[in-house]
């Protein structure tokens, strides 16, 4: 039985961990939220994804230890653990909608989105350490760069647990919503995305990860060679909109 559901709503791919009772995830589920995620990379009619986790307690609790204690390979796929985490050339904006606790490799699948709703009450952390391992599926990359350093050293280096208000507080999670809400609001959140110029978004999130890191005269640079926001500057969806907005009229995007 999968441990992926998939629903495509109007352009927007929602992906659901479905593996009862923790929503881990072991190689197989990573291979199949891998070609997920990379239907979602080479389908220009999906605007954008919503990924989250199936029940009430659990986002996901990471790598399935279990599985690894039984000698499974560690093969994850495409994409790398989760089929996110590694996914470099996805260019389509992604939003986790956390309903529970996001443990270890669910907490990295989380960073790995663009934009996090999460439920009030939920927990993010990094257990590793404490397991005898690293967060290396993106814990020990991207949490410094997303937190002061001092924070994320903290949770790498103890396991402690954020919760969502902190991580709020600190520009990690967009939203933090009721239970019953958290659906409504990544799908409002994703709807906004998705009627945004498709080929401006993905040229939004492949300039911002080509420049990251890099100074502003070289981000500029990075910015003017990066193949989405070449694609974009060229395309009809780029003459579209002022004329739309000259006419008084809502834009047609083509995506092309």
Known sequence: ????RTEVRDSVLEVTIDRPPANAIDAETSRELGEAFASLRDDPSLRAAIVTGAGERFFSAGWDLKAAAAGEDEEFGSGGFAGLTE?????????????????GGGFELALACDLIVAVRGAEMF????????VADAGGVVRLPSRLPRAVAMELLL??????????????????????DELMTAARELAAHVAAAAPLATRAVKAVVRAAEGLG???AYAAMRETPAYCTMLASEDANEGPRAFTDGRPPIWRGR
Not at 1 to 4: N, Q
Not at 87 to 94: N, R
Not at 167 to 178: D, F, K, P, Q, S
């Open 126 to 133: 990094v257990p590793e350490v404490n397991l005898g391992f």
């Open 87 to 103: 996914l470099f050339d996805l260019d389509v904006p992604v939003i986790a909608a956390v309903n529970g606790m996001a443990v």
């Open 158 to 179: 103890t396991g402690r647990r954020m919760g969502v208000d902190e991580a709020a507080r600190y520009g990690l999670v967009n939203r933090v919503v009721e239970p």
């Open 216 to 218: 502003t005269q070289e």
């Open 1 to 4: 039985m999968s441990g992926v």
